[in-house]
């Protein structure tokens, strides 16, 4: 089986003074995690899809699938954690628990307030997951990537063609993913925000998936308005 969690566990303080996270802002005609919800209907190969959020929200996430998506949209609403690392365990056990997890189950783990991945990037996961047991999707540092130290001085500035900006789907082989995380350590889960960190902390192999550009993170008003200028375009749909 393949699945889809799409993590929309935050709450969106970066956003300004909202009423509603910003994965139920409205974008265009619909909310942001509805676009992002309908990337992965799309896709063929993705057997099921489980939204993770705020326990709070969890009704008023499913109410607004029955009314953008329809009531046999089939997608599976879970209660989140206190933080990412949290809210993709809790989308694990999730499935585990009504799904079961087989050795060759494939998850892909992808920001709410992503709407704009393509079809091109969910299949590269899909299959970089299988061959190599995880996937991270980043693209190409377009500036120079500086490093400072604890003070603030300049400490390094690593070759521009070895930097990447993460972005998401991250995709891994989920019964491996979920060991890894429930063994996280109180310090590890303050260290590894990011599941690909830990996995090369722990010597696992990520494989680099070329993402988009336009596959931004809606996290600021400023990344909203550019959000809604990339929506009147629809060439991020193929």
């Not at 980043?138 to 990447?164: F, Q």
């Not at 082989?173 to 889960?189: A, C, N, Y």
Request: with cysteine; net charge negative.
């Amino acid at each position: 089986m393949i699945y889809a969690e799409v993590v929309a566990g935050g709450k969106g303080t970066r956003m300004g003074n909202t009423e509603l996270p910003k994965q139920f802002l409205m974008l265009g005609e619909k909310p942001v995690v509805i676009h992002t919800l309908e990337r992965f209907l799309e896709n063929p190969q993705v057997d099921r899809i489980i939204l993770c959020v705020p326990a709070e929200w969890k009704n008023y996430a499913e109410d607004m699938i029955t009314e953008y998506l329809g009531e046999e949209s089939g997608i599976d609403v879970a209660a989140g954690g206190d933080h990412r690392n949290a809210t993709v365990l809790s989308g694990c056990r999730y499935i585990e628990e009504r799904y079961g997890i087989r050795d060759d189950d494939i998850i892909l783990t992808h920001d709410a307030v992503r709407p704009f991945v393509t079809q091109r990037v969910i299949d590269e996961n899909i299959k970089a997951a299988g061959k190599y047991g995880a996937a991270v999707t980043a693209v190409g540092a377009v500036d120079t990537i500086a490093e400072a130290d604890e003070s603030g001085m300049l400490k390094n500035i690593p070759p521009r063609e070895k930097m990447y900006q993460e972005q998401t789907p991250q995709t891994f082989m989920l019964g491996r993913m979920k060991s890894v995380i429930e063994g996280f350590t109180d310090e590890e889960q303050r260290l590894f925000t990011d599941v690909c960190k830990a996995y090369l902390n722990k010597g696992i192999p990520v494989k680099v998936v070329e993402g988009e550009p336009f596959n931004i993170k809606i996290t600021t008003p400023y990344d909203m308005k550019t959000a809604e200028m990339i929506i009147k375009e629809k060439e991020y749909l193929k």
